[in-house]
């Protein structure tokens, strides 16, 4: 008998080792060396010491963080019973993402370091919309899920997940001493100290929605306001179009705590205030009304 496939015997997501990466000291997540992310995942699991191929047909689902694309990753494995993998865990480790955006490593370097996770037949992460296009090269019988929410109400979880106030015009070094190293990409330009951070988001937010219309992709779009109305019925919808299984059950996975939560120091009017609303507003204007997002609410 040969060795058990890997993606398909993780039919279901374990999500408690993710949110425990997420708490744990960036220190020690920095020196876990990356090759052994995928021998102590299969250690995990009982399986043998090799690194596992791609899959010849994954689904990639993107959104920014905060939009709920991990509960809508979660219910598509759900839904169809296909393995999942709802984070790259080597990028928690070493966000080897970024080095390929600048250029100083290669695209199968990051192929290589999150190999583990690609071996899934459904893989979500927040860093994948920025590698879209040689996603879509590599793997041509790919299909691709955008995630989007109303960019208002995503800068407004960002922030409160890591305890900002939201109706700063500039927030200074002081004020983000204590935000984690990983969320430091989504608040600021890399390498700086201080900034505006609501109009950062604003445009990571947009320069994302941008891959998703550009119609360069296969891509499913699915709002996650239309999602949380009906979770079961919404996910079924996109899991067919992009060639899932559809398998009976409930919804479930939706109503699990799939990241850490926030705050929950109020709805985004009240919280960013008016002057950062209309900043949003007029920073994702097209991008906003191409998915039906209108005024406050």
């Given at each position: 008998m040969g060795p058990p496939d890997y993606a398909a015997a993780m039919t279901r997501f374990d999500s408690t080792l993710r949110l425990r990466l997420r708490a744990a000291s960036p220190v020690s997540l920095g020196r876990l060396p990356s090759h052994l992310w995928w021998r102590l995942d299969l250690l995990r699991h009982g399986w043998p010491l090799r690194r596992p191929a791609p899959h010849a047909?994954?689904?990639?689902?993107?959104g920014h963080q905060k939009t709920g694309s991990s509960a809508v990753g979660a219910m598509l494995a759900e839904v169809s019973g296909e393995a999942a993998a709802l984070d790259l865990a080597a990028e928690l480790a070493r966000p080897l993402h970024l080095e390929v955006e600048?250029?100083?490593?290669?695209?199968?370097?990051?192929?290589?370091?999150?190999?583990?996770?690609?071996?899934r037949r459904i893989v979500k992460d927040a860093c994948l919309a920025a590698l879209a296009a040689p996603l879509a090269a590599r793997f041509?019988?790919?299909?691709?899920?955008?995630?989007?929410?109303?960019?208002?109400?995503?800068?407004?979880?960002?922030?409160?997940?890591?305890?900002?106030?939201?109706?700063?015009?500039?927030?200074?070094?002081?004020?983000?001493?204590?935000?984690p190293r990983a969320w430091r990409e989504v608040l600021?330009?890399?390498?700086?100290?201080?900034?505006?951070?609501?109009?950062?988001?604003?445009?990571?937010?947009?320069?994302?929605?941008?891959?998703?219309?550009?119609?360069?992709?296969?891509?499913?779009?699915?709002r996650y306001e239309d999602?949380?109305?009906a979770p079961r019925a919404e996910t079924e919808a996109v899991a067919r179009d992009v060639g899932l299984p559809v398998l009976p059950g409930d919804d479930r996975a939706a109503r699990q705590q799939w990241q850490p939560a926030g705050e929950h120091r109020g709805r985004w009017p009240a919280f960013l205030g008016d002057a950062n609303v209309a900043r949003i507003d007029a920073l994702c204007r097209d991008e906003m009304r191409a998915f039906h997002y209108g005024g406050p609410s």
């Open positions: 047909r994954p689904v990639f689902v993107l600048a250029g100083r490593k290669s695209f199968d370097d990051f192929l290589h370091h999150n190999a583990v996770d690609l071996s041509p019988a790919a299909r691709f899920v955008f995630v989007v929410r109303d960019p208002r109400a995503t800068v407004r979880s960002v922030l409160d997940r890591v305890g900002l106030p939201g109706d700063r015009a500039h927030y200074d070094e002081a004020i983000l001493a204590g935000v600021l330009p890399a390498g700086a100290d201080a900034g505006d951070v609501v109009a950062h988001i604003a445009e990571r937010w947009r320069q994302q929605a941008r891959v998703a219309l550009a119609g360069d992709l296969p891509v499913r779009v699915i999602f949380c109305r």
